[in-house]
């Protein structure tokens, strides 16, 4: 692991940090700022606040990498709730539409999922941190304010459903950089006819990065106590 060594910071480290759900991705930079008092830190691909999993986290000169590691190929977990949608396609908003799941069955789930797989232009969220005229787009949606925005062209390389259990559904998806697994997720229960929202997501993989190979934040805080004594 990264922390069996001396550390330094301020001329440039980079950390496969496991980010709590809770925390932002912002959090996790601020904490690290602070624990190692260190001023430049910087990192690559948000995960949504209820979202845990690898967050890659570079600091002084290394934060000049992070837009290559923000391109990589992701992978995550995730499990979505058929029957309901939310406004921000996520459990981090209350349910407004309820639909009956009695006529889904596991082989119109695994079906439908298929059809997921390949190239296709996928809407930003308005729940989300992409900007619109240098406004981040949750800012709108707090004000009740829908506004125009472009598709971008995503790649779905696979998605393998692990478990269904009508409503839940458990599946392991792997695409490409700017992917809405939330926004995946309501686009496959509206074409299920239910409705669907994303429950738990984890991302477990950037590139060849692995969440096997991260730190906890506890970790680098007794990291810094330890080097400090």
Not at 11 to 32: H, Q, Y
Not at 44 to 55: F, K, P, Q, R, S
Not at 78 to 84: H, I, N, P, S
Not at 112 to 128: A, E, I, K, N
Request: net charge neutral; hydrophobic share 40%; charged share 25%.
């Amino acid at each position: 692991m990264i922390l069996n060594r001396e550390l330094d910071v301020h001329a440039g480290e980079m950390f496969l940090v496991r980010k709590p759900k809770g925390w932002t991705s912002f959090d996790v930079v601020n904490k690290i700022r602070g624990v190692f008092h260190v001023p430049k830190v910087g990192h690559a691909g948000t995960l949504d606040v209820m979202a845990t999993g690898l967050l890659i986290v570079c600091t002084g000169r290394k934060t000049k990498e992070l837009e290559q590691f923000a391109g990589l190929e992701k992978e995550y977990h995730a499990t979505m709730v058929l029957g309901a949608c939310t406004e921000s396609f996520d459990a981090e908003t209350p349910v407004v539409e309820v639909h009956s799941t009695a006529t889904i069955t596991e082989d119109m789930v695994r079906a439908t999922v298929d059809t997921f797989v390949g190239y296709q232009r996928q809407l930003p969220p308005m729940w989300s941190a992409a900007k619109v005229g240098g406004k981040r787009l949750y800012k709108y949606a707090r004000e009740g304010i829908t506004v125009e925005r472009r598709q971008r062209e995503i790649l779905v390389r696979s998605i393998q459903v692990t478990r269904v259990d009508v409503p839940e559904v458990d599946f392991t998806v792997v695409c490409s950089k700017g992917t809405y697994v939330r926004t995946l997720v309501d686009d496959i229960g509206r074409k299920l006819g239910c409705g669907a929202y994303l429950a738990a997501l984890e991302r477990s993989r950037i590139g060849e990065y692995s969440l096997d190979d991260a730190v906890s934040i506890e970790d680098l805080v007794q990291y810094s106590i330890h080097r400090s004594n």
